[in-house]
């Protein structure tokens, strides 16, 4: 089974400064894709980026850049400028391939984000 | 686009009562996924549906949960009877297809057993 380890419980991060995020998993697939979701107090998981293990190049979307690295299975999110709204919990999520059976995702423990003024 | 819509919002019940959740997933949407989520935990799995069938329930506790999908849009998740380990945000979320299709969650229903 997958397996998706989140070691940083929390981070700390003053307004406008770069903050990187760690993310590790387990799997024996060599297709599948990788997430970082966004959650702030009211619950809904809100995507933040998204990586296809068999693209090399890194994802970005705006100030969220990934740093993905398949042979050490890492996959750690970097955040640029920092903001207030950035505050939430960051979970990183694995999803393998549809091929028949279930392809629901499995996440870590969550990161807990925290913006200082 | 409408999101994924799920109700109610919250709920309080006591211990060994029952509670159902709604969830309307994305128009179109054929996969249904309902995650249960403990507080300072993650979002674990507990059933999967590929329009009105089953894909995967392994980790649903089948002996008070369950769960449908009629018609294969809406879907029900029913708690009976429940427990105080229960206590948790149970998260509905659809994806268009059982692919690398990013996966839409809606705002969660959250319960609370005392």
């Known amino acids: 089974a997958q397996t998706v380890t989140q070691s940083q419980p929390e981070m700390s991060v003053q307004e406008a400064e770069t903050v990187t995020l760690s993310c590790t998993y387990d799997t024996s697939e060599s297709d599948y894709y990788l997430f970082w979701y966004k959650q702030p107090p009211s619950r809904q998981m809100i995507l933040v980026i998204r990586?296809?293990?068999?693209?090399?190049q890194n994802a970005t979307e705006n100030r969220f850049s990934v740093n993905f690295q398949k042979a050490a299975k890492s996959f750690s999110l970097k955040i640029s400028d920092s903001q207030l709204g950035d505050a939430a919990m960051y979970f990183c999520?694995?999803?393998?391939?549809?091929?028949?059976?279930?392809?629901?995702?499995?996440f870590g423990k969550g990161t807990h984000l925290i913006i200082q003024p | 686009e409408a999101g994924v819509a799920q109700s109610p919002r919250y709920k309080i019940i006591e211990k060994r009562q029952s509670v159902a959740f709604w969830c309307n997933p994305i128009s179109g949407h054929a996969t249904l996924y309902w995650y249960q989520q403990i507080l300072g935990q993650g979002p674990k799995l507990l059933i999967q549906f590929q329009n009105n069938g089953v894909v995967d329930d392994s980790q649903l506790p089948k002996d008070r949960f369950s769960a449908e999908r009629l018609k294969g849009v809406d879907s029900t998740l029913k708690i009976q009877p429940a427990k105080l380990e229960d206590s948790a945000v149970y998260l509905c979320a659809s994806s268009p297809s059982r692919s690398g299709n990013t996966i839409y969650f809606g705002e969660g229903s959250w319960l609370t057993v005392v």
């Open positions: 990586q296809e293990a068999y693209k090399q």
């Open positions: 999520a694995y999803r393998t391939p549809s091929g028949g059976g279930a392809d629901g995702l499995t």
